[in-house]
């Protein structure tokens, strides 16, 4: 596993994903495929989901075995099981509805693979969870609390890390020369930023919703 490129990888995705995304071309041109070939990317990743989530229990939990339960659901459920529903969603779409036709027959036929699907998630998980799960510890003594403050700001992080998210998977399949209207992947961005205001209006709170569901007894 190549430690150091992850790192290197994991870090323009929150600074130039850009980057990242032309070095993916390169590795199309040498492995003659878009996805990874490496796990390192995913194993990390999910090293330090882990070490976040446990944090989160030391400062909040009430037992060793929720614990367990609560670093095995997030681990599972808001990064891998997500991962492969949005992965396969993503797949699905862009190969059935978003590739361009091709010009004539003696064109080779491209397609979208499905563990490069799941790179793009990957990809775009990573700026989220620095948000989500990092700042968001961090800041949670404030988030949780009651008053409009809170709301607010909790609203607003999870707005940005939701926007993050759809636009490095816009940038994840715009670099794919084989597909067309790739901008689709940008309307959720807008359908987040109507929702946050109302959000925000009614008095919810995503970060104690959240938080209420793992760690109901400390909060």
């Not at 779409?93 to 490069?116: D, F, K």
């Not at 359908?191 to 209420?212: D, E, K, T």
Request: proline share 5%; charged share 10%; glycine share 2%.
């Amino acid at each position: 596993m190549d430690i150091e490129y992850t790192f290197w990888q994991m870090l323009h995705l929150c600074t130039s994903p850009k980057v990242v995304y032309q070095h993916t071309k390169y590795h199309k041109q040498t492995k003659n495929q878009w996805a990874r070939d490496d796990p390192a990317f995913v194993v990390i990743c999910s090293f330090l989901l882990t070490v976040a989530t446990l944090a989160y229990c030391a400062a909040y939990d009430h037992s060793a075995a929720h614990a367990v339960y609560v670093v095995i659901s997030v681990l599972l459920f808001h990064f891998l099981v997500t991962g492969v529903v949005l992965a396969t969603f993503c797949w699905f779409l862009t190969n059935s509805y978003l590739r361009e036709e091709a010009p004539n027959s003696h064109v080779v036929e491209q397609r979208v693979e499905w563990l490069y699907a799941f790179d793009v998630h990957c990809n775009s998980f990573f700026p989220m969870f620095v948000l989500l799960y990092v700042i968001h510890y961090f800041l949670s003594p404030l988030l949780v609390a009651h008053g409009f403050i809170p709301i607010l700001l909790s609203n607003l992080l999870y707005m940005v890390a939701g926007s993050y998210y759809h636009y490095l998977n816009f940038l994840g399949y715009d670099v794919l020369p084989f597909l067309e209207r790739t901008t689709f992947f940008l309307y959720p961005i807008g359908a987040v930023i109507v929702l946050s205001p109302i959000l925000i209006l009614s008095g919810f709170n995503p970060s104690r919703y959240l938080m209420n569901m793992y760690f109901s007894q400390r909060l």
